[in-house]
């Protein structure tokens, strides 16, 4: 209901009766004057309910109806702001009331450590509004994959359910060299799948931009190249350019599992095709002094290189700290070298799509994407107290983070309930939030 208090524009109101009655109007004006309007069944009066307050009075018990007309609820970093400057004086009241208390709550709740005694509702408001630990500011965020360059669009179309999956372009390999119907036709070095989600431009690079010849260019793997230019464009976007990268702290992890390049004809260079100099080439070409690492952890690569990029850029009050880190991951379908062994282990899919949680799902396929994010602190430590920085682009916030692996199990690649549920639980305590958050 307070955001209702702090959208409305107009207000109407229908009298239904049984008597007639009074409807004094003030506005918030302090010299302005009382006005009365006479009320009986079926008056309607529309009034401006964001510059006047109204009372109405009845001799005995009168029934009205109201609705309300609201403004388009802003969204984003503007919504707080927007929304307190049409806020009416008793909403504001009420607003700051609220904001004070969540904040003596979640102070309370840090100093003797117990959970706070109120409404779920508060709960989540309470913990997106105030933190007590570090945080993660995503300051930059860039991604390329199928059919996009933009990351919003990629975010728009997942709650629309496009189809981007297309049969293999001719400009990534020959399909009648690999292609073939038949389950068996793995023992032959070919696949019944030839579906993939495939990214455009993927060949496109500008080396001279990172100072590197075309020579040298030919003989980098496609992976590296697509780093440089995501990479950057994240940094980019967080206020970072070439001249301020150079020799700055800043920390590369990106997730990228092994690649073919170095198998598929015509490489030259001795570490174009090396996984490992994926993120190296990025910290070289624009002079960045932080560590750089690649992550090869299969289908969470990528989280675990921006796991550790918030680990190294937390302040725990020991060692150097990254003033900013470059994280993300990339995976380009370069070939089908390993395409029949995945077959063999019935992990590909004939229908060419992956039809997750779906009774229909018998395999999967593959998809371009490289999605890469600059990192830093969202506060500072001053005098003891958290003090939020200011004047910088805000993509996201990542509360908490948290990494374990399933120990002894009963496969190595099952997964493990209790393992997952204590990953959740340790991430939840870190970031000092209640699990009604998440």
Same mark, same amino acid.
């Given at each position: 209901w307070l955001?209702?208090?702090?959208?409305h524009?107009?207000?109407v109101?229908?009298?239904?009766? +049984?008597i007639?009655?009074?409807?004094?109007?003030?506005?918030?004006?302090e010299?302005?004057e009382?006005?009365? #309007? +006479?009320?009986?069944? /079926?008056?309607?009066?529309?009034?401006r309910?964001?510059?006047?307050?109204?009372?109405?009075?009845?001799q005995?018990k009168a029934?009205?109806l109201?609705?309300?007309?609201?403004?388009?609820?802003?969204a984003?970093k503007?919504?707080?702001?927007?929304?307190?400057? !049409?806020?009416?004086?008793?909403?504001?009241?009420i607003?700051?009331?609220?904001?004070t208390k969540?904040?003596?709550?979640?102070? &309370?709740?840090?100093?003797y450590g117990?959970?706070?005694n109120?409404?779920?509702?508060?709960l989540?408001?309470?913990?997106?509004?105030?933190?007590?630990?570090?945080?993660?500011?995503?300051?930059?965020?860039?991604?390329r994959?199928? @059919?996009?360059?933009r990351?919003?669009?990629?975010?728009?179309?997942?709650?629309? /359910?496009?189809?981007?999956?297309t049969e293999?372009?001719?400009?990534?390999w020959?399909?009648?060299d690999t292609?073939? +119907?038949?389950?068996?036709?793995?023992?032959y070095? *070919?696949?019944?799948?030839k579906?993939?989600?495939?990214?455009?431009?993927?060949?496109l690079?500008?080396?001279?931009f990172?100072g590197?010849?075309?020579q040298?260019? *030919?003989?980098?793997?496609?992976h590296?190249?697509?780093v440089l230019?995501v990479?950057?464009?994240?940094?980019?976007?967080?206020g970072? *350019?070439? !001249?301020k990268?150079m020799?700055?702290?800043? !920390?590369?992890?990106?997730?990228? @599992?092994?690649?073919?390049?170095g198998? #598929?004809?015509?490489v030259?260079?001795?570490?174009?095709?090396?996984?490992?100099i994926n993120? &190296?080439?990025?910290?070289?070409?624009?002079?960045?002094?932080?560590p750089?690492?690649?992550?090869d952890?299969?289908g969470?690569?990528?989280?675990?290189?921006?796991?550790?990029?918030c680990e190294?850029?937390?302040?725990?009050g020991?060692?150097?700290? &990254?003033?900013?880190?470059?994280?993300g991951?990339?995976s380009?379908?370069l070939?089908?070298?390993?395409?029949?062994?995945?077959?063999?282990? /019935?992990l590909?899919?004939?229908q060419?799509?992956?039809?997750?949680?779906?009774?229909?799902?018998? !395999?999967?396929?593959? @998809?371009?994407?490289?999605c890469?994010?600059?990192?830093?602190?969202?506060?500072?430590?001053v005098?003891g107290?958290?003090v939020?920085?200011e004047?910088?682009?805000?993509v /996201?916030?990542?509360?908490g983070?948290?990494? &374990?692996?399933?120990g002894?199990?009963? *496969?190595?690649n099952?997964?493990?309930?209790?393992?997952q549920?204590?990953?959740v639980?340790?991430?939840?305590r870190?970031a000092m939030?209640?699990?009604?958050?998440v």
């Open positions: 955001t209702t208090f702090m959208r524009r107009l207000m109101i229908t009298c239904l009766g +049984p007639t009655g009074t409807l004094e109007l003030c506005p918030f004006d010299e302005a009382v006005f009365e #309007v +006479p009320t009986k069944p /079926g008056t309607m009066i529309i009034l309910a964001d510059a006047m307050t109204h009372r109405h009075y009845a005995s029934l009205l109201s609705c309300f007309l609201l403004e388009p609820n802003p984003g503007q919504m707080l702001a927007q929304q307190e400057q !049409g806020m009416i004086p008793v909403a504001k009241e607003y700051e009331w609220t904001l969540m904040k003596e709550i979640k102070e &309370n709740e840090y100093e117990q959970p706070a109120v409404p779920n509702s508060w989540i408001a309470m913990n997106h509004l105030f933190s007590i630990s570090q945080r993660i500011a995503v300051r930059g965020v860039c991604g994959t199928a @059919s996009t360059f990351a919003n669009d990629l975010y728009r179309a997942q709650h629309m /359910g496009p189809d981007l999956v293999v372009p001719s400009t990534r020959r399909l009648e292609y073939d +119907p038949d389950p068996e036709a793995w023992r070095q *070919k696949v019944y799948l579906h993939g989600g495939f990214m455009d431009g993927a060949e690079f500008e080396p001279r990172f590197l010849s075309p040298e260019a *030919k003989g980098m793997d496609p590296q190249r697509l230019e990479g950057y464009e994240a940094a980019w976007m967080a970072y *350019k070439k !001249g990268m020799n700055s702290l800043g !920390g590369v992890y990106l997730g990228s @599992s092994a690649t073919i390049f198998m #598929v004809a015509e030259s260079g001795a570490t174009g095709g090396s996984a490992s993120s &190296n080439r990025f910290s070289f070409c624009l002079g960045m002094k932080g750089s690492m690649t992550v952890t299969e969470s690569s990528g989280l675990a290189s921006v796991y550790l990029a190294a850029t937390l302040d725990k020991r060692g150097t700290i &990254n003033a900013y880190s470059v994280a991951g990339v380009l379908q070939g089908t070298i390993w395409w029949p062994q995945l077959q063999s282990a /019935g590909l899919s004939k060419g799509r992956c039809f997750v949680f779906d009774q229909r799902a018998e !395999g999967y396929c593959m @998809s371009d994407s490289c890469m994010t600059c990192l830093k602190r969202q506060s500072e430590m005098q107290e958290q939020y920085i004047g910088e682009p805000l /996201g916030t990542i509360a983070a948290s990494m &374990n692996s399933n002894l199990n009963a *496969k190595m099952a997964p493990n309930g209790p393992a549920q204590e990953l639980a340790e991430a939840v870190l939030i209640a699990p009604v958050n």
